[in-house]
């Protein structure tokens, strides 16, 4: 028998964790925290069905922290094994979680852990770096690989071959899925064939625009935006997307669309960090990237870059260098420093806020996405008239024909078909993402909700 309980991101999109367990073993895919809807902050310190005390392995998809956020919580709570994940994602956890202990020490007197258990998770005896395509055996009759998921840079897919009951089972986790195609990272690798498929279901139902129509829109929208000497701000997550949006200005200004010294303020010092992480680990990057980054020619196109490490110089930021272009995390515009530019920006007519990532129920830039009117920042009721444009087309998601196209790629053709679960979307996604499957494979999805078991 082997169970598999959903500790969060079961019919929403965070909160990520799934607690497998055997009769010889228990481990957990991913821990991540809440963000947005109902009491993330109260739901993020829950362990659920969880046991630090008997959990023997954490395997981590990638260093967001829906699904990274709360192993630091089982180190605060006793554990004392190890995490598996590539060595680009152990870069990107310390950064990612160092933040998520500050955010919460400023917010709460009780923070759901300190920086310590970020840095005990982090000791090198609880590291093991695992590299794509390569197996690694767990404690109690389980191996580990990894497969590239194109998502952001060291996010992976995990493959457990899990023995009980004298048979071996393959379990495949999609964690996130990125679209074939983004630049900078290669393109996802699915695993061949597999037992059982857990499958993320964002975009479920949605498919986007085809990247090179969004890519144009947002320089349109940036080269208008220079040519009327108005500021362009981007909330956008510090991992990945602002590393993205830097690469398509630096295009913009190769074909003379952007002039070379506007300036281009990276307003993050999580995405600046992030950036350096990724400098670090070349084996992410896909050929044209390597290229553009071992000539020079990203650096020469990216001259106007100002980037900001302290608080004070981000303040004054309200005052000088406009008009600009303005980079700043968090992606949801929850938290972080966008949230004073939007602040200050939200009710001018010559601001543009260019949305491009997944707004999750309840955040702040969904309320932006659907067109409110005024909204509510830290107590002020704001006036929106600025210009906000959605640019969904540059998610960090697959949509929802590639997540059947990398479900199809999963699937043996010679074997047996797999159970299918679908977790990481909301129900209205998954829904729509089970009704194809079930329509291709007569496959019928499961859908399970958190903390509630299926058995294999
Ligand atoms: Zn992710």
Known sequence: MIRVTPCGAAGEVTGSGLYVETRSTRLLVDFGIFQGGEQPARRSRELGPVDPATLQTVVLTHAHVDHSGRVPLLYAHGYDGGVVATPATFALTPILLEDVARLDAERSA????????????????????????????????????????????????????????????????????????????????????????????????????????????????????????????????????????????????????????????????????????????????????????????????LAGLVITRTAAESKALNDAREPCIILSASGMCEGGRVVHHLRRRLGRGDVHVVIVGYMAEGTLGRKLVEGAGEVEIEGQLIPVRARVHELDGLSAHADHDELLAWLEAVIDPSGNLPSVVLNHGENAAREALAAAIRHRWSIEPLLPMQGESLEF
């Not at 497969?147 to 009951?165: C, F, K, P, R």
């Not at 990945?240 to 630096?250: D, H, K, S, V, W």
């Open 110 to 301: 009780d923070p759901i852990y300190r920086p310590e258990d970020v840095r005990r998770m982090h000791q090198s005896r609880h590291l093991r770096p695992l590299s794509w395509r390569r197996t690694l055996p767990l404690p109690g009759g389980v191996q580990v690989t990894l497969h590239d998921a194109g998502h952001i840079m060291g996010a992976s897919s995990a493959v457990l071959d899990v023995e009980s009951d004298s048979r071996v089972l393959k379990m495949v986790f999609s964690g996130d899925l990125g679209p074939p195609g983004v630049p900078l990272l290669r393109d996802p690798d699915p695993p061949r064939g597999a037992d059982v498929v857990f499958l993320e279901s964002t975009y479920g139902g949605r498919s986007r625009a085809p990247l090179r129509d969004t890519v144009e829109s947002f320089k349109r929208i940036v080269e208008g935006a220079a040519q009327a000497g108005e500021t362009v701000l981007v909330p956008a997550f510090a991992v990945g997307r602002t590393q993205q949006i830097l690469f398509y200005l630096a295009e913009a200004v190769r074909e003379g669309r952007l002039p070379r010294d506007f300036p281009i303020v990276l307003d993050s010092p999580m995405a600046t960090e992030a950036t350096e992480a990724l400098l670090e680990h070349p084996e992410v990057l896909d050929a044209e990237a390597k290229r553009l980054f071992g000539s020079g020619q990203l650096a020469r196109d």
